[in-house]
């Protein structure tokens, strides 16, 4: 039984993952919507999620019958490249090297792309503009489903990770749906950071555990290695920033 | 549109080609090693735990020097 460390861990790391995903997918829809109008974006987002639930229909047995061990390797291994990806560009933007992904631009570079593009003809259907909506919410999807199964599969908190991510999505969709404007006050630098330190600490874990590393306190390792990760990564913006500033 | 989307799925996981190349190599050595029974299996915890940070920070630095260059 996973202890309530893990359990929190898990939960979060999915809510606060699924959030920046959420955020993003929510940009394209809206400049969809707002550009080309809501049927089509709504159409391509509700394909998506059907394309969505179709991949994890299939991938849900395919998991059941890898052996736990060689999964946690897999996941472990994944987990560290797409968490140091991560986190290695959140410094960059943190020091300024990088320019911080700003979503009014984002929505407004949509917008106006979509509002170029070819209108439909008279059959009605706005291929294109389904299309947008459709690409975003799947891409933006598929990170999700890989982050809950990357979180959640190796202690059998799947339904924990899931449940961090659907709510997640809920809380976006729930304001995008309030207020028809991208969510540009979400800190997503400081999202995308805590969460690379999050998924590296976990990939860490999962990929020493898999190789027969009996970390010290099970799975309260954990918590050393985000705050090991976490120390790594505010050491570099620290050393890093003043010779930024220096050079701009 | 199925490419770009499977590009896009790969770009998940890899950014800086150096940084996932280290991370891969560190992970199959130590584990080679490891499971091979050349070292018992806390000295590749300690291997996996300062390695990856440090393939991390070069990556960071590597890509910092070129940002302030170009800046």
Known sequence: MPNLTTMVSVAGAAFLASLVEAVEALTIVLAVGLARGFRPALTGAASALVALAIIVAALGPLLGAVPVRGLRFVIGVLLLMFGLRWLRKAILRAVGILALHDEDAAFQRETRELAEAERPGPSGLDWIAGAAAFKAVLLEGVEVVFIVIAVGAGRGLLGLASAGALLACLVVAGIGAAIHRPLSRVPENGLKFAVGVMLSAFGLFWTGESLGVPWPGGDAAILAFIAWFLAVAFGLVAFLKPRAAGLA | ?71
């Open chain 2, 1 to 71: 549109m199925i490419r770009a989307i499977a590009s896009q799925i790969a770009a998940l996981f890899v950014d800086d080609g150096l940084l996932a190349a280290s991370v891969l190599c560190l992970v199959a050595a130590i584990g080679a090693l490891t499971l091979s029974g050349s070292w018992s299996a806390w000295v590749a915890g300690l291997l996996l735990t300062l390695a990856l940070p440090a393939a991390l920070a070069a990556s960071v630095l590597k890509s910092a020097r070129r940002g302030t260059r170009r800046g």
